[in-house]
């Protein structure tokens, strides 16, 4: 059995409902596009391909908070949780569970849907992106929802979010060639995790689950940086003064990066699977492939090729998601 525990789903009223706002139009057309997103028919014949193999599902890209008004957020987002929810109990052998999307305009307003989707609703946790309109995580507006995971001991889905307004030099008005996606995201991921691990995140929830897209982003590649360069943080800023940061943390900087969990979504068959395994290890890996936006025959060949031992290879493709949202799944 193969759990993809990261895919994306617009379910038709969702849709419908990002349409009747008239919320970024272009957006709406290019996922009406993508029959597999809404049209479940669709999805089960491109499911059927992979034989004893089961979707956890989120809403796509873009935030919430990015494209409405409080009040139509938190409209959209009870819209989305509550279709994503029907699909769970109506196709049980197809989607095991679904991630619950929030409206983050404000915090109240996100507890208030959060524990209604959890509560009422059975989602096995949320989705958060990587910046709140702009706002890093580590803000203390957002930890109420890094405790209440924690107090829950459900996991976190950590998806990148930026955009071509982002530019990549001073000198233009924007990301040009959609490096804003293809570079832009990993790094958004990385910066997001680095910034929660100095606040302390992990100290304070020592067994809070979050899962990072993309398999960690830049982290896995760039861990000597992490731990022989961090470690004269300071030295190279002027105004500010860092000097009691990592004094202040419990652990060597490098471990909090290995409480993690990380992805398979990479796009397919790369090598960068290997080197995320390694530095993640098989414990804190789960499958998955953004479908239907990635491939799920290539990642899936992927991971066969890495050699893992059957434990390992069972462990990534179903058991860590079982431990993850404490469910069995048939």
Not at 129 to 154: C, I, K, W
Not at 279 to 289: C, H, I, Y
Request: with cysteine.
């Amino acid at each position: 059995m193969i759990v993809d525990i990261y895919t994306h789903i617009m379910p038709p009223q969702f849709l419908k409902a990002m349409e009747s706002l008239g919320a970024s139009t272009g957006l709406v057309k290019r996922m009406a596009a993508i029959r597999e997103l809404h049209d479940l028919d669709a999805r089960f014949r491109a499911m059927d391909e992979f034989g004893d193999y089961r979707q956890i599902f989120s809403i796509p890209n873009p935030p919430l908070e990015t494209v409405t008004t409080p009040a139509q957020g938190r409209d959209l987002a009870r819209i989305a949780n509550d279709s994503m929810a029907d699909m769970v109990r109506r196709h049980p052998s197809r989607f095991p569970a679904f991630i619950a999307a929030l409206p983050l305009h404000d915090v109240d307003s996100a507890m208030e849907e959060l524990n209604r989707a959890i509560q009422t609703l059975g989602a096995r946790g949320m989705q958060i992106f990587t910046h709140v309109n702009g706002r890093p995580l580590d803000e203390p507006q957002f930890q109420p929802l890094f405790s209440a995971m924690a107090a829950y001991d459900l996991p976190i889905w950590l998806h990148p979010a930026r955009t071509a307004a982002m530019t990549d030099y001073p000198s233009e008005k924007q990301s040009r060639f959609e490096m804003w996606w293809c570079y832009g995201w990993p790094y958004e991921t990385s910066v997001a995790m680095s910034r929660l691990v100095l606040s302390g995140i992990f100290d304070r929830h020592p067994k809070l689950k979050i899962i990072t897209h993309h398999l960690g982003g830049m982290i896995p590649y760039f861990d000597k940086r992490i731990e022989e360069g961090m470690v004269l943080l300071g030295t190279r800023t002027q105004t500010e003064d860092y000097s009691g940061i990592l004094p202040s943390l419990k652990r060597p900087l490098i471990d909090y990066f290995h409480m993690f969990y990380a992805d398979t979504a990479l796009f397919g068959e790369s090598r960068g699977l290997a080197c995320g395994l390694d530095f993640f290890g098989a414990g804190n890996v789960v499958f998955a492939t953004d479908a239907p936006f990635a491939p799920v025959a290539s990642t899936r060949d992927g991971v066969a090729h890495l050699n893992l031992e059957k434990t390992q290879l069972e462990a990534i493709h179903h058991h860590n998601a079982e431990k993850l949202i404490n469910m069995r799944i048939a």
